[in-house]
C-alpha cells in the first residue's frame, strides 16, 4: 500500500506540472495585467516599467514560467502582488475556512443523502422512493447563490435567526491554533465561540451541501437497488433474517464502495465549487480569495491556490483508492 501511495504521489508531479502551465498560459492570453490593475491610473510609464522589472514581469513569458517552476520546487510560490506577502502564506492562512466549510457540507449531505437513498431503494414506486427522487433532483438542478440569496433572505432578513455572512461574530478574540474555528474554540473551552461559528457556518453549508445530498442520494439509491438483486441478498432472506438487517448490514455495505467514491469526488468539487458560496456568505476561505486574485491579475496567486485545489482533489483521491481496502477486503492495492 505504501509503495501504491507513492507512486501516485510521484505520479502527481507531471499533472501539477501540466495544470501550471495551463494556467500561467490562459492568464497570458488575458485581458489586463496585473500593473495596470494594481497600481494608480497616474503613475508614469517608468514607474510602470519598474514595478514591471520588480514582479519580473519583463521577461518573456517562458522565461517567467521556469522561473517561477524552480521557486516552486522549494515550495515558493513567490509574493502576491496585490497583499505583498508570500502565497503559501495566504493560502495556508485561508485554507483551514474552506475546508471546515467543505467538511460540514459533506457531512450534512452523507446524513442526509445516504438514509434517503437507502429508504427509497428499499421502496421502490412508493411515496418515498417519489419524494426522495423530487427532493434530490430539486437539489442537483438548483444553482447554489440562488439557494444563498433566498436562505439570507428568509434566515438572515426575515426571521433574524442566522447570521448573513462570515466566519464568526465580530469582536470573539479567539486565539488561532489550529486555523479550524470550531475546534480551536473547543480546545479553548470557548463555548460561546463554538456555537458562534456553528451559527455562520450553517447557511453556507447547507447551500454547499444541497446538490451534493441529491448526487448522494441517486447514486445511492441505484447502488443499493442493484445490490438488493444479488443472490446474497435472497439466501439471507431465505436464511429468515430481517428486512432492515439485510439491507443496512448486506445491500448498503456492498453498495458502499461506489458511494464512498462518489463522496470523495463531491469533496474535492465543493472545495473547488466553494468560490459561490463563499463569495455569497462573505465566507473567508480560498475560494473567496481566488476570485479576488483573478479581478487583480495576482498571477503567483491565482497559480498557487489553482495548484492548492488540484494537489488537494489528487489527495483525497488517493485516500479513497486507499479507504476501498477497509471497505471490501476483497479489494487489494498494487
Request: glycine share 10%; net charge neutral.
Amino acid at each position: 500500500m505504501l509503495l501504491y501511495a507513492t507512486r501516485r504521489l510521484i505520479g502527481a508531479i507531471p499533472v501539477l506540472i501540466v495544470v501550471a502551465a495551463v494556467v500561467f498560459t490562459l492568464m497570458q492570453f488575458a485581458p489586463g495585467d496585473a500593473v495596470s490593475m494594481l497600481i494608480s491610473d497616474e503613475a508614469s510609464d517608468a514607474d510602470k516599467a519598474r514595478i514591471r522589472e520588480a514582479w519580473g514581469l519583463d521577461d518573456p513569458p517562458p522565461i517567467q514560467f521556469m522561473n517561477f517552476l524552480g521557486n516552486a520546487v522549494t515550495g515558493d510560490f513567490g509574493t502576491s502582488f496585490k497583499y505583498k506577502v508570500p502565497v503559501m502564506e495566504l493560502v495556508f492562512e485561508r485554507l483551514p475556512a474552506t475546508i471546515e466549510l467543505a467538511l460540514a457540507a459533506t457531512l450534512i449531505a452523507v446524513m442526509i443523502g445516504i438514509p434517503m437513498g437507502v429508504l427509497a431503494a428499499a421502496r421502490p414506486g412508493s411515496f418515498w422512493d417519489s419524494l426522495a427522487s423530487a427532493l434530490s433532483f430539486a437539489g442537483i438542478s438548483m444553482p447554489n447563490f440562488w439557494i444563498g440569496i433566498l436562505l439570507i433572505l428568509l434566515f438572515a432578513g426575515h426571521w433574524h435567526l442566522l447570521p448573513s455572512g462570515g466566519r464568526a461574530p465580530w469582536g470573539m478574540g479567539l486565539e488561532t491554533i489550529t486555523g479550524f474555528l470550531l475546534l480551536d474554540a473547543l480546545l479553548q473551552g470557548r463555548m460561546d465561540a463554538f456555537f458562534g461559528g456553528l451559527k455562520h457556518l450553517t447557511l453556507p453549508a447547507l447551500v454547499l451541501g444541497t446538490n451534493m445530498t441529491g448526487i448522494i442520494t441517486q447514486l445511492t439509491r441505484a447502488s443499493v437497488q442493484e445490490a438488493l438483486q444479488e443472490d446474497y441478498v435472497m439466501t439471507a432472506r431465505a436464511k429468515g433474517l430481517g428486512r432492515m438487517r439485510i439491507l443496512w448490514r448486506h445491500a448498503f455495505r456492498n453498495a458502499l464502495v461506489g458511494v464512498v467514491t462518489i463522496i470523495g469526488l463531491e469533496f474535492g468539487a465543493l472545495l473547488s465549487g466553494a468560490m459561490i458560496v463563499e463569495t455569497v456568505f462573505a465566507w473567508p476561505g480560498i475560494g473567496s480569495l481566488l476570485i479576488q486574485g483573478i479581478s487583480s491579475r495576482d498571477y503567483p496567486l491565482i497559480i498557487g491556490l489553482v495548484l492548492t485545489y488540484t494537489a488537494i482533489f489528487i489527495l483525497v483521491n488517493l485516500l479513497i483508492d486507499l479507504l476501498y481496502t477497509l471497505i471490501d477486503p476483497r479489494i487489494r492495492i498494487n
